[in-house]
């Protein structure tokens, strides 16, 4: 089975400081992409980045980045700068191929709070 | 270009009532995907169309819970009834069917039961 665990539930820090969010995920695939995505309270939910499997490069989006170690099954995210803007709800999610469809498995969140 | 919207954004409703929630997908985006996000937990799939076929709907509660995606674009995902433990937000979400099928998210709706 595919999992995806999340061990923070809450995380709170300093506008300006730099946040890591943990991600752990369990499969038996080779080929899978990982996302994190950001849900602000009552908004949608929005891609935040991705990373290919097979890419050993750590993804980066501006301020945000990852640490991809395959081996552990690990996918760390970094916000670097934190802005206000960037407290909202974080899932992790895991997305692989079965029977010809992709299906996407989330983490449980974490709840990010950036005081000002 | 328009994202997923979907309505309600909000419904209150007595148990044993039923209910229904519309969803409308981005433009082109022949996959459409009903999640359940329970408070404070990442959503879960309920069911997958591709165009108007429900491929996937093996975590759809089949007792009380039915969609549907008739012409393949728009889709209703519907509880009757509905019972205390459907308290949650449904998502509603689209992709491509090829190259990169990044999946969009609407607002989702946020049922509550009494």
């Known amino acids: 089975a595919q999992t995806v665990t999340q061990s923070q539930p809450e995380m709170s820090v300093q506008e300006a400081e730099t946040v890591t969010l943990s991600c752990t995920y369990d499969?038996?695939?080779?080929?899978?992409?990982l996302f994190w995505y950001k849900q602000p309270p009552s908004r949608q939910m929005i891609l935040v980045i991705r990373?290919?499997?097979?890419?050993?490069q750590n993804a980066t989006e501006n301020r945000f980045s990852v640490n991809f170690q395959k081996a552990a099954k690990s996918f760390s995210l970094k916000i670097s700068d934190s802005q206000l803007g960037d407290t909202a709800m974080y899932f992790c999610?895991?997305?692989?191929?079965?029977?010809?469809?992709?299906?996407?498995?989330f983490g449980q969140g974490t709840r990010l709070t950036i005081n000002p | 270009e328009a994202g997923v919207v979907q309505s309600p954004r909000y419904k209150i409703i007595e148990k044993k009532q039923p209910v229904a929630f519309w969803c409308n997908p981005i433009?082109?985006?022949?996959?459409l995907y009903w999640y359940l996000q329970n408070l404070g937990q990442g959503p879960e799939l309920l069911i997958r169309?591709?165009?108007?076929?429900?491929?996937?709907d093996s975590q759809l509660p089949k007792d009380r819970f039915s969609a549907e995606r008739l012409k393949g674009v728009d889709s209703t995902l519907k509880i009757q009834p509905a019972e205390l433990g459907d308290s949650a937000v449904y998502l509603c979400?689209?992709?491509?069917?090829?190259?990169?099928?990044?999946?969009?998210f609407g607002p989702g709706t946020r049922l509550t039961v009494l």
């Open positions: 979400a689209s992709s491509r069917s090829w190259g990169n099928n990044e999946q969009f």
């Open positions: 499969t038996s695939e080779n080929n899978y992409y």
């Open positions: 990373q290919e499997a097979y890419k050993q």
């Open positions: 999610a895991f997305r692989f191929s079965t029977q010809g469809a992709q299906k996407l498995v």
């Open positions: 433009s082109g985006h022949n996959t």
């Open positions: 169309y591709e165009n108007e076929e429900a491929v996937d």
